[in-house]
Structures are given as C-alpha cells and as structure tokens.
C-alpha cells in the first residue's frame, strides 16, 4: 500500500548477423555469454539505425533544419527520437507519407486525437463548409450544436465548455472542484499522465518523481499520488488528508503502461469519493470516445463528477472540452447568484470555428459507428493484432508482454511479471529500436519514444496483416533476445525507466 504527497509521503499499497540476421536460434537456448549479447545487440542497434538512416535522407536534412530553427528541431519532446525524428508530409486514411515519400501504417495517430484515420471526408467536408464563417466568431451556434451531441452521448456530461487542449481542460476541471469544495488537495495516481500543468508533472513511474525540470515543490505540494487499483492506499490518502478536493484518474492508466481499471476498483473509488464530498475527475482525454463512444464512464457504468476530453473529440483539431454536473459547472455561469463558487475560465480560442466544425462531425460519426457496430469491430480487430503479436513474439521466444485495452495496445519487451511497478523497471531501448526497425518496414506502429498503439476506425483487416507480416519480418531478422538480455545486462532492473523521455534514449 503507498501513497506519496509531493511534500514527501507516499501512499502505496542468437548468432545474428554481425548486422546479424536470424539463424535458427531456439528458444531455451543459452546462446551466448553477455559479452557476445552486447556485440549483437550492438550489431542489431547499428544495423537498425543504418536502415533508417538509408530511407529517412530528406528526415535527417529536416532534422539538420529544424534544429537551428525550433526548439529541439520539433515541436514537442515526444515527437523527438534518435537518431533523429521522422519528418511526415501527409496522411490519408490509416497511413502517413514521410518526406522521403515512404509510406507508412500509422498506428501512432498523433498519439490518439486521429481516432477517425488521416483526414476522414466527413471531417474535412465540414471545415470546408464552415470556411465562409470566418475563423473565429463571437458566441458561435455550433458550440452549442457540439455540446447537445456531446450531452448525447456521455452520460455524466450535464454543462460542458470548450477549450483548447486536454491540458487546459484537467486545469479547469480541478479549478472547478478546489472552488466547489473550499480545499486545495488533488489526489492523482502514479502512472497516470494528466498534461503539462507543474501540478501533474509528476510520477509517471513509481517512484513519484517530478519528470521535468522547472517545477517548484510548491506547486506540486497540492499533489499527493496514490498507488493505483490499491483502494487501501486511497482510503489512507483520503483519511490521512481531510484536505482533498478532488481524485483525478485516467481509465486507461495509458501513460502507466495501459492497465485500464475494473469496474469494481472504479466504483470503490466513487464511493470512497462520494463517502468524503471529495469530487471524482475522469480524464477521459484518451479514453473519450475511444473505449466506447461513452467512454469509459459508459463502459464502466461509474460516473465521475467532472469529465475531461481532448484527442479524439477534435479528431485532430484543437478542441478539448471539461463536462460534468450542472451544480458544478454552473460554478462557470457568471449570471447563477445561487452559485456557491465563481470560477473563472476563458481561453481566446475556446470556440474555434475549425475545431468545433470538425469536433461536430467527429462526434456525428463516432454516434453513426457506434449505430453500426463499428466499435466492436474496431475493438476486434485490436484483439487480433494483440493476439498476433503475441503469438508472433512467444513462437521466437522472445519476450513480449502485450497490453491491449478498447483500440490500444502497448508492448513490454519482457519476462517479468506483469505490473505497473515491475514493467517500469524494463529497460526501453529494446522497445524502442523493435519500433524503429517496424519503421523500416513501413509500419509507425509507435514512436521509439513512446510506447502508445493505436488503431483507428480507418485500420483494415488488411493492415492488420501487414503490421503482422512485418513484424514477422523483423523478429526473424533481429535476435531481439539477445538486445533485450544485453539491455538488462547493462542496467539492472532496480531502477525505474518508465518514462522515455528520461530514461529511454534509443543509442
Ligand atoms: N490527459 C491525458 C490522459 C492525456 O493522455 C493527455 C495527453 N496525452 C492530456 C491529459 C493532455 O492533453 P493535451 O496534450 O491535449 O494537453
């Protein structure tokens, strides 16, 4: 059981080539010592990055570019890997171009928001439509026209507003709460990611570590993080701090390694929520739409007090939304006297003409899927894929533990037990060079930074296969058993590598 208050407490409960290709190495082999492990992993690592580096030329040139111009040559630390980041040209359906033109199976999707593929028509056809409107208009119609279908279709969802991203909308939704309730804690979970805000920046691993530089003690003393799925650890939390406004969680725990939650853990989460006057935040930024077209809340039949969304509600616009309970909204309803709390919010682009068009016909399209069985399809065809991976990985014994939740998955090149705190010890680099060679092949199954897999109503059965082929391809021509024992040789699993970003440098 562990529970850790920002200030300081914690709540918890072979032979491959020499750019060696595979030769009929079995499992339950010992195949080599760790000296010969690290010579191949070495040889696999080199001959990996020189296959990228023969098809990503004009990449490299943008690399070279864009490093004297943006910070880091991209726009964000996700999007940048080693030895340098894709640079893409275009996407259509379920694949994006690069700039050398190869094309690829995007299952990376942004990390998410195109949840309808590349540039769905019906998505484009109405930014098309709204061009005459102008970009930005005061009070437009069609914000409310979005949260009528958005009311439509999440359950707990009684006021929305609209903001910019998934950031602003977890900002809002605990501003909401501290009003509502006069106190200032917010419990979050290790593992789960809940933006950029100095507040949230904080365990993503289970050592409950700030993950950036920059960020006060004082700004994250509101912040006390709890082991996940421990109700336990929560109840301590809660009883150990009278001060909590407010529990925030992800469903999916996508950033955690995508454990997702049980409906039972939800439920003792609400009622120990509930029990307290304690208000339940679901950031649904991943899951929203994305599980079911009612999120997670619908597929759990839990339902939180205040809800956020963002990726998939734009469908690649920028458009985020935080929605709930009227009597707490309403604390955002300037003209309510009854209202206990006055909060303000406001953000210049809150109703973007762009977003809120393509918001509008995503969510038109989510409802219209949903109708049709899409979702269900969808969510099978994810099962396959992880089901295929599986097999893939087991029959060359290698080491692959597949998380598969709605439409996502995410791999663990390991034996461990599977775990949020075991997995975060596994090195990432095997990980990260299994996706550069998928590169290679033309599959962006996820960035070598990261780990997020996802399928989109624009996925065939057909990609399905080739991502399977393909990875066929590269498992019978690396010996990853031999990368991912020269991996743990290197660093031993006693501490924590969960996040890319920090400890994942793909050399
Ligand atoms: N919450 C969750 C669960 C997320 O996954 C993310 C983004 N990955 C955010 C919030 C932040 O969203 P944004 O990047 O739009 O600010």
């Known amino acids: 059981m562990a529970y850790i208050q920002s200030s300081g407490i914690l709540y918890h409960g072979r032979r491959m080539l020499g750019s060696r290709l595979r030769s009929g190495t079995q499992k339950g082999i010992s195949l080599a010592s760790g000296a010969a492990d690290a010579a191949d992993a070495d040889a696999i690592g080199r001959a990996i990055r020189e296959g990228y580096e023969r098809r990503t ?45 190869n094309v690829y199976v995007d299952c990376f999707l942004c990390n998410g928001p195109l949840l309808l593929g590349h540039g769905h028509p019906a998505i484009v056809e109405a930014m098309r439509q709204h061009e005459s409107m102008g970009s930005l208009i005061l ?11 958005i009311q439509r279709c999440m359950p707990s969802a009684e006021r929305i507003r609209f903001l910019n991203s998934g950031t602003e909308a977890v900002l809002t939704a605990v501003r909401l709460a501290r009003a509502f309730t006069g106190k200032d804690k917010i419990v979050k979970f290790l593992g789960h990611y809940h933006g950029q805000d100095d507040q949230f920046l904080v365990g993503l691993d289970p050592t409950g570590k700030s993950f950036s530089s920059g960020i006060p003690p004082s700004a994250t003393s509101t912040s006390i993080q709890v082991s996940y799925d421990d109700t336990e650890a929560l109840i301590a939390a809660l009883d150990g701090n009278p001060d909590v406004a407010a529990i925030i969680l992800d469903p999916a725990m996508h950033a955690g390694g995508l454990w997702g939650s049980s409906t039972e853990y939800l439920r003792a989460v609400r009622e120990a929520a509930s029990a307290r006057g304690v208000i339940l935040i679901f950031d649904e930024v991943i899951t929203g739409f994305r599980l079911s077209l009612g999120g997670a809340q619908a597929v759990h039949g839990v339902m939180p007090d205040l809800a956020t969304y963002a990726k998939a509600l734009g469908a690649g616009e920028k458009l985020a939304a935080v929605a709930g309970r009227e009597d707490l909204m309403q604390a955002l309803d300037p003209d309510r006297p009854s209202t206990r709390a006055a909060v303000y919010q406001s953000g210049t682009g809150n109703d973007g003409t762009y977003a809120l068009a393509a918001g509008l016909a995503a969510v038109r399209c989510y409802r219209d899927l949903d109708v049709g069985g899409g979702y269900q399809a969808l969510i099978a ?50 990980l990260a060079l299994f996706y550069l060679a998928m590169i290679n092949e033309g599959i962006l199954l996820s960035l070598p930074t990261s780990n997020h897999v996802y399928l989109s109503f624009a996925h065939s059965d057909e990609d399905v296969a080739q991502i399977l082929e393909k990875v066929a391809t590269v498992l019978d021509r690396y010996d990853f058993r031999a990368v991912i024992r020269a991996a743990d040789e290197a660093s031993p699993r006693s501490e924590s590598k969960a996040n890319p970003l920090i400890h994942g440098r793909l050399r």
């Open 57 to 101: 030329g004009g990449s490299a040139a943008q690399y070279a570019r864009g490093a004297r111009a943006l910070a880091g040559g991209t726009t964000g630390n996700l999007r940048h890997f080693h030895p340098y980041p894709l640079y893409c040209s275009s996407g259509s359906g379920s694949r994006m171009t690069d700039v050398d033109g």
């Open 139 to 149: 009070n437009p119609p069609l914000a409310t026209d979005l949260a009528e279908e």
């Open 381 to 430: 065809r994810a099962e396959r894929l992880a089901q295929g991976m599986r097999v893939a990985f087991s029959r060359r014994g290698v080491p692959c533990h597949v998380n598969q939740l709605g439409p996502m998955l995410q791999l663990f090149l390991s034996d461990a037990k599977p775990g949020f705190e075991a997995f975060s010890r596994v090195p990432s680099g095997p």
